[in-house]
């Protein structure tokens, strides 16, 4: 069965610092990762995807994702935090296999950036 | 001007009743979902279809019904037997079986009066 973990609850840094936002998964073959981000009372709104190839993928607003095989991680960075980044984020799993339609999310992290 | 709608924005249901969400998308999608968002729990997965005509049941189907009679179209039905329906519900749809992303609606609050 698919899952994904999100460690942290949340997560603080001050402007300007980077940020990393963690998020482990398992799955039984490759795995489609992505990460959504969340504004209150809103929809998700998608981030970036790693689908093959490059391990470090580059998405929107300035974030991007490593993808790391051996460890099962896929942890949201962004070198310069804004505190207009924050937000709630969602990382998500999708199987390549017969299920490859289900998407199954973690249980999100609540980015916060201080002035 | 594409996307999912997702209607209402909040909706107020009496113990006992059934109530039914509304969520259409006009991108030509095969697949759509239906997720249930409780503070703290991140979003859990309530049904999916793939395809019209046919849905399979997420991780927390219980008290819940759909139906997928056309592409566009995926409702969701919340029954009397949903014992804390009380949450924000998020319907999405993506391109199908491969490693698209999925589009989201921008959500319905449904609180039991």
């Known amino acids: 069965a698919q899952s994904v973990a999100q460690p942290e609850d949340q997560v603080n840094v001050a402007e300007g610092n980077p940020l990393t936002v963690k998020c482990t998964y398992s799955?039984?073959?490759?795995?489609?990762l992505f990460w959504y981000v969340q504004y209150p009372n809103r929809g998700l709104q998608f981030l970036l995807k790693?689908?093959?190839?490059?391990?470090l993928v580059k998405g929107s607003y300035g974030f991007e994702a490593e993808f790391n095989k051996s460890q099962t991680s896929f942890h949201l960075k962004k070198p310069s935090a804004l505190v207009s980044d924050s937000a709630l984020y969602f990382c998500?799993?999708?199987?390549?296999?017969?299920?490859?339609?289900?998407?199954?999310f973690g249980s999100g992290t609540r980015l916060s950036i201080r002035p | 001007d594409g996307g999912i709608t997702q209607s209402p924005k909040y909706l107020f249901r009496k113990e006992g009743q059934n109530v039914t969400l509304s969520c259409e998308q006009n991108?030509?999608?095969?697949?759509m979902y239906w997720y249930r968002q409780d503070p703290g729990q991140g979003l859990r997965l309530i049904y999916y279809?793939?395809?019209?005509?046919?849905?399979q049941k997420g991780d927390i189907a219980e008290g819940y019904s759909v139906s997928r009679e056309k592409k566009e179209s995926f409702p969701l039905t919340v029954t009397s037997a949903q014992k804390n329906p009380t949450a924000f519900y998020l319907c999405?749809?993506?391109?199908?079986?491969?490693?698209?992303?999925?589009?989201f609606g921008q959500g319905t609050r449904l609180t039991v009066v």
């Open positions: 790693y689908i093959t190839g490059d391990n």
């Open positions: 799955v039984s073959g490759n795995p489609y």
């Open positions: 279809s793939q395809i019209v005509n046919d849905f």
């Open positions: 991108l030509n999608h095969d697949a």
């Open positions: 998500a799993v999708r199987d390549r296999g017969s299920s490859a339609s289900k998407i199954i």
């Open positions: 999405a749809s993506s391109i199908g079986a491969s490693g698209t992303e999925a589009f």
